[in-house]
């Protein structure tokens, strides 16, 4: 099945850095997405991106649905502990709500 | 409280004992889905349901089955386990775009 190019695969970082991640394609998407996973629970939805260029902030956290519609970012500015987890994008195509999931960025971070 | 739930969060099994997995959500969404999550290979959807009595196979289906009898639940079942079914598992519900995750269980074949 179609999966998602998710970069880096993990990374550490000391409290108080900024954090990038990304996510590319082959194909194009209508709808990307940015959940987080906690240690021991599901994924959870950060940020839904819509449209093509869309640039969207939830706290310090800022996500852009990129303008070739086949690829996305994520920042975490000023990380804290409590950011540690994994992150997943994911894309939707079409009407359909079918997810497709990148394979995550772990992220650990240093007190 | 809108949630998914899954029952159970741990078990552990032998190989070839029929086992089943449910999954209830109280949100009335039509799409509900079951994915399993694997070191390295993130999450890949075993199956989906539209709808009551509509279900259909996602990228990695061999070895599960689904039903979808009523809306608000949808059972994943292995017939015969194997240990390459060891994994966590989730079941998610949604509406429009925001896929709703239940806690996740974690199965181990012997």
């Known amino acids: 099945g179609q999966q998602l190019n998710q970069s880096p695969q993990s990374m550490f970082i000391q409290e108080g850095e900024d954090v990038s991640m990304n996510c590319t394609s082959s194909?194009?998407?209508?709808?990307w997405l940015w959940y987080k996973q906690d240690p021991g629970e599901g994924p959870v939805l950060l940020i839904a991106?819509?449209?093509?260029?869309e640039l969207t902030s939830n706290g310090r956290l800022t996500a852009q649905f990129g303008i070739t519609r086949k690829d996305s970012f994520l920042n975490i500015s000023a990380s804290i502990p409590s950011d540690v987890g994994i992150y997943f994008c994911?894309?939707?195509?079409?009407?359909?709500?079918?997810?497709?999931f990148g394979k995550g960025t772990k992220l650990t971070v240093n007190p | 409280e809108a949630q998914v739930t899954q029952n159970p969060r741990y078990l552990i099994t032998v190989t070839g004992k029929k086992l089943t997995v449910t999954c209830s959500q109280n949100?009335?969404?039509?799409?509900m889905s079951w994915y399993r999550q694997d070191p390295g290979l993130g999450l890949r959807q075993i199956y989906y349901?539209?709808?009551?009595?509509?279900?259909d196979k996602g990228d990695v289906p061999e070895g599960y089955k689904v039903s979808r009898k009523e809306k608000r639940n949808f059972p994943l079942i292995l017939e015969s386990p194997s240990p390459n079914q060891t994994s966590l598992y989730f079941c998610?519900?949604?509406?429009?775009?925001?896929?709703?995750f239940g806690p996740g269980t974690r199965l181990t074949v012997l």
């Open positions: 349901s539209m709808n009551v009595e509509v279900t």
């Open positions: 994911a894309g939707q195509q079409g009407g359909s709500e079918k997810l497709v």
């Open positions: 991106l819509y449209k093509a260029g």
């Open positions: 194909s194009i998407f209508n709808t």
């Open positions: 998610a519900s949604s509406v429009g775009n925001e896929q709703f």
């Open positions: 949100m009335n969404h039509e799409y």
